[in-house]
Structures are given as structure tokens and as C-alpha cells.
């Protein structure tokens, strides 16, 4: 085995073998299973909680199996970055700092790349975004369908446009005129609300020109109902039909 680190992944977490560890820190392996078993095997007297501290540092290694030059299996141990640095943290020598920062470097280079996604994955994550851009767009516009008001679909359109863009493409129109409801008119010309919405579906006032459909909570359910509130514009059109009745 070459003098480098090798860092490879074990049910998805990142691992060094114990193999590896005691060819570059020049010692005997059976010497370093020695070691990582001291570790496991003395946990319990390390303090109350046994059973968690137990759990805990054995999670940290795991027992494996490798085939020698003469194709016989022998033991070895491969360890996780915290199961590493307990090990080594007491080994010492002229080398030993060097070793031990390089394998820091190893573990967090590969923690890096493992977490950029592959170009294929990368390619697939930006088709499911569009896709996802697409269907959110598509049920704006379905929405935009649905509705007979002017100002509902236009607000619709432009959501569309900037979910599937992914950033305003279109401007959201904005509300210039205030806006009065019924009641409000009525109070202006000396009516009832009634007589407001009824003279306004006998000559049609109810457009884009005298004001807006709005959505309302119903004060008699839960329900959301549609109503309409008129421009102040409208107001002289009441008051001329008024004059004419």
C-alpha cells in the first residue's frame, strides 16, 4: 500500500481504515486493533451514562474483514472522522502533527465534494425546478382562466410570467383609485346599498371603467364572496341617473 490517505464512504458516512492509519503513522497494525478495542472495551468505566458512551464510541468504529496477498482474511477496523481523531490524538513522533492534519484535510475535502451535487445530479436538480417553475405557472394561468375580472387575471398573468422567469418580469398593477363600497355610495346620494347595487345591474355600472370586483369574507359565513367597489368617478353617473328617474 502507498504512503497516501485514502478516504471512501461506509453506509454513506466517511471512513479510514485502521490498516491505512498504522501504515502512515508508522505502526504495527495489530498494534492499532489493539488500540481501537482498548477504546471500545474500556467505554463503560468511563462514566454514568455507560450505555449511551457505549453506543457512542462503537459507532465510531466498525469491524470489518480483509484479504491479504496469500487471499486469507484478517481483522481490521475502519473508523469515522471522531473515531480517527480518539485514536490518534495521543500518537506522537516526528511525523505524527503532519499526518494528523493532513488526514483533517483528507476528511473535510471529501465532506465537501460528497455534498456538490454530480453533474448529472446537478442537471436533474435544474429539469425539476423548471418542471416545478412550470406547473406553479401553469396554475396561475389556470386561475387567471377562471375569472371575469380585468384586474384578477392581469395580476394572475403577471404571477405566472415571474414564477416560470424566476424574477419579475412583469410588474404586479397597482391600485391608482380608491375605491368605495356600496354602502359608502349609498351614504354619498341618500340611498340604500340596495338601491346602489340595483341601479348599478340595471345600467350596468359593474365594469372595469366605474371600479373592481373584490373578494370578501361574507358576513354571514365563512364563505368568500365577490363584490364590487366603485371608483368615486362612478358616483356622478348615480347621481345622473337618480336625476333622471
Given at each position: 500500500?502507498?504512503?497516501?490517505?485514502?478516504?471512501?464512504?461506509?453506509?454513506?458516512?466517511?471512513?479510514?481504515?485502521?490498516?491505512?492509519?498504522?501504515?502512515?503513522?508508522?505502526?504495527?497494525?495489530?498494534?492499532?486493533?489493539?488500540?481501537?478495542?482498548?477504546?471500545?472495551?474500556?467505554?463503560?468505566?468511563?462514566?454514568?451514562?455507560?450505555?449511551?458512551?457505549?453506543?457512542?464510541?462503537?459507532?465510531?468504529?466498525?469491524?470489518?474483514t480483509y484479504k491479504a496477498g496469500t487471499g486469507k482474511s484478517y481483522k481490521e477496523y475502519l473508523m469515522n472522522r471522531d473515531g480517527f481523531s480518539l485514536l490518534v490524538m495521543g500518537f506522537t513522533?516526528?511525523?505524527?502533527?503532519?499526518?494528523?492534519?493532513?488526514?483533517?484535510?483528507?476528511?473535510?475535502?471529501?465532506?465537501?465534494?460528497?455534498?456538490?451535487?454530480?453533474?448529472?445530479?446537478?442537471?436533474?436538480?435544474?429539469?425539476?425546478?423548471?418542471?416545478?417553475?412550470?406547473?406553479?405557472?401553469?396554475?396561475?394561468?389556470?386561475?387567471?382562466?377562471?375569472?371575469?375580472?380585468?384586474?384578477?387575471?392581469?395580476?394572475?398573468?403577471?404571477?405566472?410570467?415571474?414564477?416560470?422567469?424566476?424574477?419579475?418580469?412583469?410588474?404586479?398593477?397597482?391600485?391608482?383609485?380608491?375605491?368605495?363600497?356600496?354602502?359608502?355610495?349609498?351614504?354619498?346620494?341618500?340611498?340604500?346599498?340596495?338601491?346602489?347595487?340595483?341601479?348599478?345591474?340595471?345600467?350596468?355600472?359593474?365594469?372595469?371603467?366605474?371600479?373592481?370586483?373584490?373578494?370578501?369574507?361574507?358576513?354571514?359565513?365563512?364563505?368568500?364572496?365577490?363584490?364590487?367597489?366603485?371608483?368615486?368617478?362612478?358616483?356622478?353617473?348615480?347621481?345622473?341617473?337618480?336625476?333622471?328617474?
Open positions: 500500500m502507498e504512503n497516501s490517505i485514502v478516504i471512501s464512504e461506509n453506509n454513506g458516512e466517511l471512513v479510514v481504515s485502521s490498516r491505512q492509519v498504522a501504515e502512515n503513522f508508522g505502526k504495527r497494525h495489530d498494534h492499532v486493533i489493539r488500540d481501537i478495542e482498548s477504546i471500545i472495551s474500556h467505554t463503560p468505566i468511563l462514566g454514568a451514562d455507560t450505555k449511551t458512551e457505549f453506543s457512542t464510541l462503537t459507532s465510531m468504529f466498525y469491524e470489518t513522533g516526528k511525523e505524527a502533527m503532519a499526518w494528523k492534519i493532513k488526514y483533517i484535510q483528507a476528511f473535510n475535502e471529501m465532506e465537501k465534494k460528497l455534498k456538490e451535487p454530480a453533474p448529472l445530479q446537478r442537471e436533474q436538480l435544474e429539469v425539476d425546478l423548471y418542471n416545478a417553475k412550470t406547473a406553479q405557472a401553469n396554475l396561475w394561468l389556470l386561475i387567471a382562466g377562471n375569472t371575469n375580472n380585468a384586474t384578477h387575471k392581469e395580476i394572475c398573468n403577471a404571477y405566472a410570467a415571474n414564477t416560470l422567469a424566476g424574477r419579475e418580469v412583469f410588474a404586479l398593477p397597482m391600485v391608482e383609485q380608491k375605491t368605495y363600497t356600496a354602502t359608502e355610495i349609498g351614504n354619498m346620494l341618500g340611498i340604500s346599498a340596495n338601491k346602489v347595487g340595483k341601479i348599478a345591474n340595471e345600467h350596468c355600472l359593474k365594469n372595469d371603467e366605474n371600479g373592481k370586483f373584490f373578494y370578501d369574507k361574507s358576513r354571514y359565513s365563512n364563505k368568500t364572496v365577490e363584490s364590487f367597489r366603485y371608483y368615486y368617478s362612478a358616483v356622478d353617473k348615480f347621481r345622473d341617473i337618480l336625476k333622471g328617474a
